[in-house]
Antibody, heavy 119, light 106 residues
């Protein structure tokens, strides 16, 4: 079945970078773009950006422009999200998600990766 | 930027009908999706394109969208429906989520 499996929890110091992976299985990786969504503790969902797994085109949320980079490795069917210059308010669970049904809704989600930014 | 407004919380008696609203400027012209999220879990899609249920979602879940308000309706509410619910649209941002509504089943 279609599945997204993310890398494990990370603890980082302020100013550092983090790179979270999202390994896809059960479908042709280049068929769907991958979005990244984060959720700070006790808060709502925040869309971070999207990458086309077909050609690598990206679209980032304006507030993260310059600090986030999304990439893919088609040889391993894995997407990556790197966030730089980490701050305490970047502490959140980070999810990858795809839309497979042609409706633009996110019907498959990764399990989430907790990133804690603390000195 | 486009904004979606949801009530912070909604309560419903067991077996009754819960309605969760999502307000936005002319939201009726957009496709609205709804997600259910239980503590410690990833969100799950429960309604897509205003009123369509993915496979595996009970018929008790339904949606509508008109004017400036989209609504998620949960009929015959069960204890297992207690969760946070988020609406979402694609816009120029391009993806926008509502702030989320905590549904409590009494």
């Amino acid at each position: 079945q279609v599945q997204l499996v993310q890398s494990g929890a990370e603890v980082k110091k302020p100013g550092a970078s983090v790179k979270v992976s999202c390994k896809a299985s059960g479908y042709t990786f280049t068929s769907y773009g991958i979005s990244w969504v984060r959720q700070a503790p006790g808060q709502g969902l925040e869309w971070m950006g999207w990458i086309s797994a077909y050609n690598g085109n990206t679209n980032y949320a304006q507030k993260l422009q310059g600090r986030v980079t999304m990439t893919t490795d088609t040889s391993t069917s894995t997407a990556y999200m790197e966030l730089r210059s980490l701050r305490s308010d970047d502490t959140a669970v980070y999810y990858c998600a795809i839309s497979t049904g042609g409706s633009d809704a996110f019907d498959i989600w990764g399990q989430g990766t907790m990133v804690t930014v603390s000195s | 930027s486009y904004e979606l407004t949801q009530p912070l919380s909604v309560s419903v008696a067991l077996g009754q009908t819960a309605r969760i609203t999502c307000g936005g400027n002319n939201i009726g012209s957009k496709n609205v999706h709804w997600y259910q999220q239980k503590p410690g879990q990833a969100p799950v899609l429960v309604i897509y394109r205003d009123s369509n249920r993915p496979s595996g979602i009970p018929e008790r879940f339904s949606g509508s969208n008109s004017g400036n308000t989209a609504t998620l309706t949960i009929s015959r509410a069960q204890a297992g429906d207690e969760a946070d619910y988020y609406c979402q649209v694609w816009d120029s941002s391009p993806v926008v989520f509502g702030g989320g509504t905590k549904l409590t089943v009494l």
